[in-house]
């Protein structure tokens, strides 16, 4: 069975099948580790199809079981598993693809479903081992066959013939239910359906991680004009600072955050939802007259994303960094009733308190929206993201604000969450703010 704890999720050492063996590996492997949600998701599906129990694997029953859903939640809605499934698949091609190039087994778990199929690899895709346990198969316990040496040729015959029947039945509930899917999905969702337009790609803006770092070893601030005239990489030629040379390889290189391109994946999900598409740009390769037409989302906190400077002037929940105290805060410029004036995450904190920021506002030129998602941490941007791809957490603060003709108007929120091993946990709402 799956023992858990604050460290992680993994099978029961009790076990010497090498499929959990392979488990335990992917999922103390660095891509991993910090992952616990998608660890969870995998350790829980291999589990219970290694039991036999494949039938019971399902998106309802996942939702409830990991995710805080209650058994009769609308699937069709609230997306987080299909979201973090998509996740764990895009993981998973990761760590084959690197650690786990030699493994002689891969796990697959195809779209449209939630199964683990445990597929040997070919000599060119792994170096062969020896397994212990039960043979490896796909999928875990398929069916017998009969032995074609004692079957005579006209059973034969009419056993292809089942077979094939098999197959196409098979293939067409497939396609029903693929189409099905299909269906649910094309419902008008309250913000996607106003980030994603079928006539206008959405442009997304991923952060600059070199530029957190440049942060961090200079203990300087960065404007936005600044990054865009690029001359903060020529005002670190100090060949006695090794720490200095380090900042101006940074400042050169090309860095993004993990929950970044995770973000990016779902957002193109979404867009394919509402018949839309993404156009990715690292944050240097922006020009402000790219903000001036049409919709953007911008992921990380001015630390990682500077273009998020242009919206500042007219946001009341902004960032702010103390590096002498190692405080990244968020300030509340106009507190209202009992709201702090500030919410703190202190780099030091035993609780990992960390605050994410979702703000949807207008563009530049006001015929548009702009999605913020910035975090005084990578755990909260990504609690940010999670509060937004989540329709259980997002569509009980949309519903009171929507407006008599059912759009919503701008808003911004601050959440508070804790910081797990790099991940956020289930956030709360400390404010918001909503405009005309």
């Given at each position: ?115 683990p199929f445990f597929v040997p690899r070919t000599p060119k895709e792994a170096v062969p081992a020896v397994l212990s346990g039960p043979p ?248 940010a993201w999670d509060f937004v791809s989540d329709d259980s957490q997002l569509s009980p603060f949309l519903d009171p604000i929507r407006r ?33």
């Amino acid at each position: 069975m799956i023992s858990s704890n604050r460290e992680g999720v993994s099978f029961g050492t009790s076990s010497t099948d090498s499929r959990r063996e392979l488990v335990d590996r992917i999922i103390a492997s660095p891509l991993f580790s910090k992952a616990e949600r998608i660890s969870s998701l995998l350790v829980y599906i291999c589990d219970i199809a290694l039991e036999g129990r494949e039938s019971e694997i399902s998106e309802q029953k996942i939702g409830a079981a990991l995710f805080g859903r209650s058994a009769d939640y609308d699937s069709s809605i609230d997306g987080i598993v299909r979201t973090q499934a998509s996740r764990l698949r895009q993981k998973l091609d990761l760590y084959f693809e690197t650690e786990g190039v030699d493994e002689p087994v891969r796990i697959v778990i195809p779209k449209g479903g939630y199964v683990p199929f445990f597929v040997p690899r070919t000599p060119k895709e792994a170096v062969p081992a020896v397994l212990s346990g039960p043979p490896v198969s796909v999928p875990v316990n398929p069916p017998r066959l009969p032995d074609e040496t004692n079957v005579p040729r006209t059973a034969k015959s009419r056993l292809a013939w089942i077979l094939v029947a098999i197959l196409s039945m098979s293939m067409l509930g497939m396609f029903l239910h693929y189409r099905g899917l299909s269906r649910k999905s094309r419902h008008v969702h309250p913000l996607w359906s106003q980030i994603f337009r079928a006539d206008q790609p959405t442009l997304v803006v991923t952060g600059d991680s070199g530029l957190v770092m440049w942060h961090g070893i200079t203990g300087r601030e960065l404007d936005l004009s600044e990054y865009i005239a690029g001359n903060f990489r020529a005002q670190l030629s100090t060949p006695a600072m090794p720490s200095l040379e380090l900042a101006g390889d940074l400042s050169s290189r090309r860095y993004t955050s993990n929950v970044d391109l995770e973000i990016v994946h779902a957002l193109d999900l979404h867009a394919e939802e509402q018949t839309s598409k993404l156009v990715i740009r690292f944050a240097r390769d922006v020009r402000p007259n790219d903000f001036k037409e049409g919709n953007v989302v911008l992921i990380g906190a001015t630390e990682a994303n500077p273009w998020v400077q242009m919206f500042e002037p007219r946001m009341n929940f902004v960032f702010s960094n103390d590096r002498a105290r190692k405080v990244m805060s968020v300030l509340n410029r106009a507190p209202r009733d009992k709201e702090a004036p500030r919410w703190d995450s202190v780099y030091a904190d035993a609780q990992h308190r960390v605050y994410g920021v979702v703000a949807y506002l207008p563009n530049l030129n006001g015929d548009g929206n702009a999605l913020i998602l910035e975090g005084t941490s990578m755990a909260g941007t990504e609690s940010a993201w999670d509060f937004v791809s989540d329709d259980s957490q997002l569509s009980p603060f949309l519903d009171p604000i929507r407006r008599s003709d059912g759009s919503i108007p701008h808003f911004e929120i601050v959440l508070g969450t804790n910081n797990f091993n790099g991940s956020a946990a289930k956030s709360t709402v400390l404010a918001w703010r909503t405009y005309p």
